[in-house]
């Protein structure tokens, strides 16, 4: 990408500024709250694909704010036999693709925007993978850690109560996100069986994906979004002519994605050399070995503590020389100050937004190439497509079917991203999201707007 190509910030502004008029873009790290950010974050990373695909100013229009933005209030008595109000989100940011599907999250950090951000991100990555989704995404505000299973579970099955007909099997289907599992899945599913139609009662089980698999879960689901990780790292390997085996790579977060890209890394001789999450992080040049800190994270609820590995600082994290960095945690990781310290090729963001808009223009002076989020994490959904088709079709497929098929799906979409990149001389993201563009803008332009 040439100088002159590289979108400045008073360039980003005017692209989101045409996305949408008059929203306010903040292109420094700010300390504003991280929602907030991550949201007009993500607004101004669409706005860089605007120019680059013949969109109707409709469709931007329609794209620049969600479909419906759903908040309820709910009681819920603790364990004390206090009541405490919990408020919960649904956003659905469009549906002309397919119903809405997008995770339930649940984390003391969940605000409005940040859902609205993740939920336009979702419309972009089953845009961009071909998925007949739309997307969608809500949340809880809540540290789960602070809860017993009992409370968990009425909090969640108040959440589904409240929702009502704001979800469905073939309206809008949720699924595990940060701070939710398969069992919390099952509760929502339930309840929702059992104050919805009695006589389509079993087909109700597409209501959520990333169900166990005794509850009506696909083979490879939980694995999922980390294989969709790995099976980009490996194009991008193929592609770059970089041998896998016996590559560093780094690692932020240790969760359901992050061990299980690890654990499949492992397979391929990749040596996982640091890693960081929200209890410190740890170094070990000679690897660490992703199935012995598994264990001791599920033993010990984090990675402090690993006896296979040096504890450093959390700064220092970023430092380690490496050939790939993995941010699989939050948003908004990848810094200014962050994008300068690191020493990798590579960044693959299986984490939705976790890097700034400072942070990705130093990446891009470097030279450190991104795969964004909604390519590189695309296999949680890609999956949970698959479920909703089992359950609807009352099948069972064996889990190399399912990897076969999710790596068709992440094969196809990645090199449609890099052909769309060499040809309009663009990076990563802004290929992605053109794309989606495409797709979403030709459905637009076939159905009309209704009335």
């Given at each position: 990408?040439?100088?002159?190509?590289?979108?400045?910030?008073a360039?980003a502004?005017?692209?989101?500024?045409?996305?949408t008029?008059g929203?306010?873009?903040v292109l420094?790290?700010?300390?504003?709250?991280?929602?907030a950010?991550?949201?007009?974050t993500h607004q101004?990373q669409?706005a860089?694909a605007?120019?680059?695909v013949?969109?109707?100013d409709?469709?931007?229009?329609?794209?620049s704010?969600?479909?419906?933005?759903?908040?309820v209030?709910f009681?819920?008595?603790?364990?004390d036999?206090?009541?405490?109000?919990?408020?919960?989100?649904?956003?659905?940011?469009?549906n002309i693709?397919?119903p809405y599907?997008?995770?339930?999250?649940?984390h003391?950090?969940v605000?409005l925007e940040?859902?609205?951000?993740l939920a336009?991100?979702m419309?972009?990555?089953c845009a961009?993978?071909e998925?007949?989704?739309?997307g969608a995404?809500?949340?809880?505000?809540?540290?789960?850690?602070?809860h017993?299973?009992r409370?968990?579970e009425?909090?969640?099955?108040?959440?589904v109560?409240?929702?009502?007909n704001?979800?469905g099997?073939?309206y809008?289907?949720p699924?595990p996100d940060v701070?939710t599992?398969s069992?919390?899945?099952?509760?929502?599913m339930d309840t929702?069986?059992?104050?919805h139609?009695?006589?389509?009662?079993?087909?109700?089980k597409?209501?959520?994906?990333g169900?166990?698999?005794a509850?009506?879960?696909?083979?490879?689901r939980?694995?999922?979004?980390g294989?969709?990780?790995?099976y980009c790292?490996q194009?991008?390997a193929?592609e770059?002519?970089?041998?896998?085996?016996?590559?560093n790579?780094?690692l932020?977060?240790?969760?359901?994605?992050g061990?299980?890209?690890?654990q499949?890394?492992?397979?391929?001789?990749?040596?996982?050399?640091?890693?960081?999450?929200?209890?410190?992080s740890?170094?070990?040049?000679?690897?660490?070995?992703?199935?012995?800190?598994i264990?001791?994270v599920?033993?010990?609820g984090g990675?402090r503590?690993?006896?296979g590995a040096?504890?450093?600082n959390?700064d220092?994290?970023w430092?380690i020389?490496s050939?790939?960095c993995i941010?699989?945690?939050?948003e908004?990781?990848?810094?200014?100050e962050?994008?300068?310290?690191?020493?990798?090729?590579?960044?693959v963001?299986?984490?939705n937004?976790p890097?700034?808009?400072?942070g990705e223009?130093?990446?891009?002076?470097?030279g450190?190439?991104?795969?964004?989020?909604?390519?590189?994490?695309?296999?949680?959904?890609?999956v949970s497509?698959?479920e909703w088709?089992q359950?609807?079709r009352?099948?069972?497929?064996q889990?190399?079917?399912?990897?076969?098929?999710?790596?068709?799906?992440?094969?196809?979409?990645y090199h449609?991203m890099?052909a769309?990149?060499?040809?309009?001389g663009?990076?990563?993201?802004?290929a992605?999201?053109?794309v989606?563009l495409?797709?979403?803008?030709?459905v637009y332009t076939?159905r009309?707007v209704?009335?």
């Open positions: 990408m040439s100088s002159e190509e590289a979108v400045t910030e360039s502004a005017k692209s989101v500024s045409d996305l008029e929203s306010e873009v420094a790290d700010t300390e504003d709250p991280g929602g950010q991550f949201y007009r101004a669409v860089r605007v120019p680059h013949p969109i109707a409709h469709v931007r229009l329609i794209l704010e969600p479909k419906n933005e759903v908040i209030n009681p819920v008595r603790m364990d036999g206090r009541f405490k109000l919990f408020t919960g989100y649904r956003i659905q940011h469009n693709l397919g599907k997008g995770g339930i999250r649940y003391h950090d605000t940040e859902v609205k951000a336009s991100v419309s972009y990555k961009l993978l998925v007949p989704f739309g995404k809500g949340g809880i505000r809540l540290s789960p850690a602070q017993s299973k409370e968990l009425s909090i969640t099955r108040r959440f109560h409240d929702l009502g704001n979800i099997p073939e809008d289907i699924a701070g599992n069992q919390i899945m099952v509760w929502m929702y069986m059992n104050t139609n009695q006589i389509d009662k079993n087909a109700q597409r209501i959520v994906t169900k166990s698999l509850s009506g879960g696909s083979r490879g939980e694995k999922a979004t294989q969709g990780v790995v790292i194009e991008w193929d770059r002519g970089v041998r896998l085996d016996g590559c790579y780094i932020q977060g240790f969760g359901n994605v061990s299980h890209a690890a499949i890394m492992s397979r391929l001789g990749a040596v996982l050399v640091g890693v960081q999450d929200h209890t410190g740890i170094y070990n040049p000679q690897g660490i070995y992703p199935r012995k800190l264990d001791h599920n033993k010990e990675i503590g690993y006896a040096e504890e450093i959390n220092d994290f430092s020389e050939d790939i941010p699989a945690a939050l908004l990781q990848i810094t200014e962050v994008a300068k310290k690191l020493t990798a090729k590579l960044v963001e299986a984490a937004g890097t700034t808009l400072k223009e130093v990446l891009k002076k470097r450190i190439e991104v795969i964004p989020d909604v390519m590189a994490n695309a296999g949680g959904v890609v497509y698959f088709i359950n609807k009352s099948e069972s497929w889990l190399e079917e399912v990897d076969s098929r999710l790596l068709f799906m992440m094969k196809r979409s449609e890099r769309f990149a060499r040809e309009h663009v990076d990563n993201r802004t992605a999201f053109a989606a495409n797709r979403l803008n030709a076939e009309g209704f009335p």
